[in-house]
């Protein structure tokens, strides 16, 4: 540890925080749309199956919540980002795509038994599904129509069958799909653009798309994993710090992390460098920031006096990002610290700040 820690368990009795954060918005379940005169035909690589691809894209919906959206994500990111390294694509677009497609894996073609999460239509492996969907019949009318579309085991299946997709092209075509390659592109938003009117003819594809990497910060997946020690290299968030309650279960229920004991309006450093992915109000954290770190890691710093950084920030380690206070379910000034392998923060994903410290 590269700082100073005083061993005294004064206990600054502050509330239990098992809770989740604010809902904001994410994707609802949605139908798939899809423009007759844009649908792609082609036998897919890995079946010799007709496969068509639904050109359309899902709207987000209000009702859902962004936790929703981040939880799909985690399930499928460290997958894409696999995939993507081995096959020369952007993981951030493959998210994207997904995410946008599926309604975050809300929509009925992507859940169980299907997982198809890029509306692609024909047979896999010789499994398919009749649903309706909308065509249009090429002169700005919709109608209700039924298609076949590929059935997967699992999400690795649609996401692997995905870049099968983009890296054969089209059987009059393979390197129809060429501009999504990294190696083709200077930067996602090439391939990104290259996909509107390609693969979907929605004019505000690329917008869509592009926005969805920005806001979850995907780009992150366009790098090989970070194969080190993900729970090194960290330091506290404030100076000469008196833990005064530590993490696990208690009385009141479970601490999900470590109080700091500090004055008002003292400094609150980055514990390691990275994004700011929060800086907002929690009626129990009070002002509280948020940082995802290179290694994957999300660190939270609550109860502020004052938020200094800004969501989308880059910080570096050490770099002052807020000032202490006890705002929020607080009975005194402290930083409430935590550490966590989850962007959503979920509990089931924190681990011990201590032990990350060593």
């Given at each position: 540890?590269?700082?100073?820690?005083q061993?005294?368990?004064?206990?600054?009795?502050?509330?239990?925080?098992?809770?989740?954060?604010?809902?904001?918005?994410?994707a609802d379940?949605?139908?798939?749309?899809?423009e007759?005169?844009?649908?792609?035909?082609e036998?897919?690589?890995s079946?010799?199956?007709?496969i068509?691809?639904s050109?359309g894209n899902?709207?987000?919906?209000?009702?859902?919540?962004?936790?929703?959206?981040?939880n799909?994500?985690?399930?499928?990111?460290e997958t894409?980002?696999?995939?993507?390294?081995?096959?020369?694509?952007?993981?951030?677009?493959?998210?994207?795509?997904?995410?946008?497609?599926?309604?975050?894996?809300?929509?009925q073609?992507?859940?169980?038994?299907?997982?198809?999460?890029?509306?692609?239509k024909?047979?896999?492996?010789?499994q398919?599904?009749?649903?309706?969907?909308?065509?249009s019949?090429?002169?700005?009318?919709?109608?209700?129509?039924?298609?076949?579309?590929c059935?997967?085991?699992?999400?690795?299946?649609?996401?692997?069958?995905?870049a099968?997709?983009?890296?054969?092209g089209l059987s009059?075509?393979?390197?129809?799909?060429?501009?999504t390659w990294?190696?083709?592109?200077?930067?996602?938003?090439?391939?990104?653009?290259?996909?509107t009117g390609?693969y979907?003819?929605?004019?505000?594809?690329?917008?869509?798309?592009d926005?969805l990497i920005?806001t979850y910060?995907?780009t992150?997946?366009d790098?090989?994993?970070?194969?080190g020690n993900?729970?090194?290299?960290?330091?506290?968030?404030?100076?000469?710090a008196i833990?005064?309650?530590t993490?696990?279960?208690?009385?009141q229920g479970?601490?999900?992390?470590?109080?700091?004991a500090?004055?008002?309006?003292?400094?609150?450093?980055?514990?390691?460098e990275?994004?700011?992915?929060?800086s907002?109000?929690?009626p129990?954290w009070?002002?509280?920031?948020?940082i995802?770190h290179p290694?994957g890691?999300?660190?939270?710093?609550?109860?502020?006096?004052?938020?200094?950084?800004?969501?989308?920030?880059?910080?570096?380690?050490?770099?002052?990002?807020?000032?202490?206070?006890s705002?929020?379910?607080?009975?005194g000034?402290?930083?409430?610290?935590?550490i966590?392998?989850?962007q959503?923060?979920?509990?089931n994903?924190?681990?011990d700040?201590?032990?990350?410290l060593?």
């Open positions: 540890m590269k700082q100073k820690m061993w005294k368990l004064l206990w600054l009795f502050t509330l239990p925080l098992g809770f989740s954060t604010t809902n904001l918005v994410a379940e949605i139908t798939i749309m899809a007759q005169a844009a649908l792609v035909k036998k897919s690589q079946n010799a199956q007709q068509e691809i050109t899902i709207p987000p919906s209000k009702e859902k919540t962004e936790d929703g959206t981040l799909f994500i985690e399930q499928i990111g894409a980002r696999e995939i993507g390294q081995k096959e020369d694509l952007y993981a951030s677009v493959m998210i994207a795509q997904a995410t946008l497609e599926s309604g975050s894996g809300q929509s073609l992507s859940q169980f038994p299907y997982f198809n999460i890029f509306g692609i024909g047979q896999y492996e010789g398919g599904v009749s649903l309706p969907t909308q065509e019949d090429g002169k700005g009318q919709m109608y209700t129509t039924h298609a076949t579309f059935q997967y085991e699992n999400y690795e299946a649609s996401l692997k069958d995905y099968k997709l983009m890296k054969n009059y075509d393979p390197i129809f799909y060429q501009g990294k190696t083709e592109t200077r930067d996602y938003t090439e391939a990104t653009r290259f996909l390609r979907a003819t929605d004019p505000h594809y690329q917008e869509k798309l926005n920005e910060h995907l992150k997946y790098e090989a994993k970070n194969i993900e729970e090194s290299d960290y330091i506290l968030p404030t100076d000469d833990i005064t309650s993490y696990g279960k208690r009385e479970f601490h999900r992390g470590i109080d700091l500090v004055k008002q309006g003292t400094d609150i450093i980055a514990a390691k990275g994004q700011v992915t929060r907002e109000y929690h129990s009070g002002n509280y920031v948020t995802l290694d890691l999300t660190t939270l710093y609550a109860h502020c006096k004052q938020n200094l950084a800004q969501a989308g920030q880059i910080v570096n380690q050490g770099e002052t990002i807020a000032l202490a206070g705002t929020g379910h607080s009975t000034s402290h930083v409430h610290f935590e966590n392998r989850s959503n923060l979920e509990q994903q924190l681990l700040p201590l032990e990350v060593k």
